[in-house]
């Protein structure tokens, strides 16, 4: 098969499938997809999943510890997916960071990208599913996750590897009347409260002096900063603490996974109306329960939060899609590393502030040619 028409991997994109689930292994630049073949290997799967992510060509050639037949050869010819290409590609250190080579781009061995702009670049579905076994962009995504008997070490590996639907457009999710509800375009979040906050304001002015309003909204806003980074570090990146069954896994991809699996959907950027009423009650009761002693306090406080969370939503969203001012620039280029470069690091969306103080902030990766 010639291979202009396979696609072509970087040494660490091959390195990563090493288990049961997902096992290539490659001889020379030839890359092999031998997972269906794991359970069938007549000397037992460990001894193939041994070898996953690795060259096979010194024990195939091995006629004293591991002698194999012409069928083998046949079998190894059936799954060929792709062929290794050293530009570009990483390769793991001892302590399964990667690192580049000299002359070449950085690519980071977990997500599979190197810089922004891959993360515009539009995924063969086919090719995608072929390549990974994991979901059909084609097909609703929610029942192929609930039903895919994916371990969580599988999901989570493949769903923090940004895919990108064709042309920009969302891909199906429920695939059903509910597919509207899990979409929200942008605008929509200042629409619909910002009026609440500035009627809360106008109630909480009421009962206090406009000055002590200003402090106790200030305070509210500098208060969902840190919200913003407890909420991204410890519930949607919960996950080397989810339990490894089909309902948390499902649940993880339904309040965050999807995003990082479609970084650039634009009608799944911003939060739907319906989640944030479900995270903001507890906050309303907790501003209450602080700041028992004024009802006015405390609802400016909680208005300043809401305020907070609008700008932390059109933020997220313009960091995006939108070219930002010059100042904004190097806060866009840390959150999209986020996305392509590591998603366990680099939580301040609005601000780096709080990813400073708890040792979370994102370095620059290995800068190459």
């Given at each position: 098969?010639?291979?202009?028409?396979?696609?072509?991997?970087?040494?660490?994109?091959?390195?990563?499938?090493?288990?049961?689930?997902?096992?290539?292994?490659?001889?020379?630049?030839?890359?092999?997809?031998?997972?269906?073949?794991?359970?069938?290997?007549?000397?037992?799967?460990?001894?193939?999943?041994?070898?996953?992510?690795?060259?096979?060509?010194?024990?195939?050639?091995?006629?004293?510890?591991?002698?194999?037949?012409?069928?083998?050869?046949?079998?190894?010819?059936?799954?060929?997916?792709?062929?290794?290409?050293?530009k570009?590609?990483?390769h793991?250190?001892?302590?399964?960071?990667?690192?580049?080579?000299?002359?070449?781009?950085?690519?980071?061995?977990?997500?599979?990208?190197?810089?922004?702009?891959?993360?515009?670049?539009?995924?063969?579905?086919?090719?995608?599913?072929?390549?990974?076994?994991?979901l059909?962009?084609?097909?609703?995504?929610?029942?192929?996750?609930?039903?895919?008997?994916?371990?969580?070490d599988?999901?989570?590996?493949?769903?923090?590897?940004?895919?990108?639907?064709k042309?920009?457009?969302?891909?199906?999710?429920?695939?059903?009347?509910?597919?509207?509800?899990?979409?929200?375009?942008?605008?929509?979040?200042?629409?619909?409260?910002?009026?609440?906050?500035?009627?809360?304001?106008?109630?909480?002015?009421?009962?206090?002096?406009?000055?002590?309003v200003?402090?106790?909204?200030?305070?509210?806003?500098?208060?969902?900063?840190?919200?913003?980074?407890?909420?991204?570090?410890?519930?949607?990146?919960?996950?080397?603490?989810?339990?490894?069954?089909?309902?948390?896994?499902?649940?993880?991809?339904?309040?965050?996974?999807?995003?990082?699996?479609?970084?650039?959907?634009?009608?799944?950027?911003?939060?739907?109306?319906?989640?944030?009423?479900?995270?903001?009650?507890?906050?309303?009761?907790?501003?209450?329960?602080?700041?028992?002693?004024?009802w006015?306090?405390?609802t400016?406080?909680?208005?300043?939060?809401?305020?907070?969370?609008?700008?932390?939503?059109?933020?997220h969203?313009?960091?995006?899609?939108?070219?930002?001012?010059?100042?904004?620039?190097?806060?866009?280029?840390?959150?999209?590393?986020h996305?392509?470069?590591?998603?366990?690091?680099?939580?301040?969306?609005?601000?780096?502030?709080?990813?400073?103080?708890?040792?979370?902030?994102?370095?620059?990766?290995?800068?190459?040619?």
């Open positions: 098969m010639p291979s202009r028409t396979l696609p072509t991997f970087s040494r660490a994109e091959v390195e990563s499938h090493n288990s049961a689930d997902s096992c290539y292994v490659t001889i020379g630049n030839r890359v092999y997809d031998v997972t269906d073949f794991v359970d069938d290997h007549p000397g037992g799967g460990s001894l193939v999943v041994e070898y996953a992510g690795k060259d096979v060509t010194d024990i195939l050639n091995d006629s004293t510890s591991h002698e194999h037949s012409e069928a083998a050869y046949e079998v190894l010819d059936d799954s060929l997916v792709g062929f290794v290409t050293e570009g590609a990483s793991s250190s001892a302590n399964g960071s990667a690192t580049a080579d000299k002359n070449d781009t950085y690519v980071h061995p977990r997500t599979g990208m190197s810089c922004e702009e891959d993360l515009s670049k539009d995924t063969d579905p086919n090719m995608d599913y072929k390549k990974h076994k994991f059909d962009l084609t097909k609703p995504l929610l029942l192929q996750v609930w039903n895919g008997g994916f371990s969580k599988f999901y989570l590996d493949q769903v923090h590897r940004p895919r990108h639907y042309g920009g457009a969302s891909a199906p999710l429920f695939g059903n009347f509910l597919e509207p509800l899990s979409k929200t375009p942008w605008w929509v979040i200042p629409t619909l409260w910002l009026p609440f906050v500035a009627f809360g304001l106008y109630q909480a002015a009421e009962g206090l002096p406009v000055l002590n200003a402090g106790y909204w200030g305070f509210g806003v500098f208060l969902w900063t840190f919200i913003e980074y407890i909420l991204h570090r410890f519930l949607f990146h919960l996950d080397g603490y989810l339990p490894d069954n089909r309902v948390f896994l499902t649940l993880h991809f339904l309040l965050h996974g999807i995003h990082h699996y479609l970084p650039m959907d634009k009608y799944r950027l911003v939060m739907p109306p319906i989640l944030l009423v479900v995270l903001a009650t507890p906050f309303w009761h907790l501003s209450h329960a602080v700041f028992s002693y004024s006015y306090a405390a400016a406080v909680f208005c300043g939060g809401i305020f907070g969370y609008i700008c932390y939503d059109l933020t969203y313009f960091l995006h899609h939108e070219n930002l001012p010059l100042w904004y620039k190097q806060l866009k280029k840390y959150h999209l590393q996305h392509f470069l590591d998603y366990e690091l680099g939580f301040g969306v609005t601000s780096k502030f709080w990813d400073t103080i708890f040792g979370t902030e994102l370095t620059a990766p290995i800068k190459t040619k």
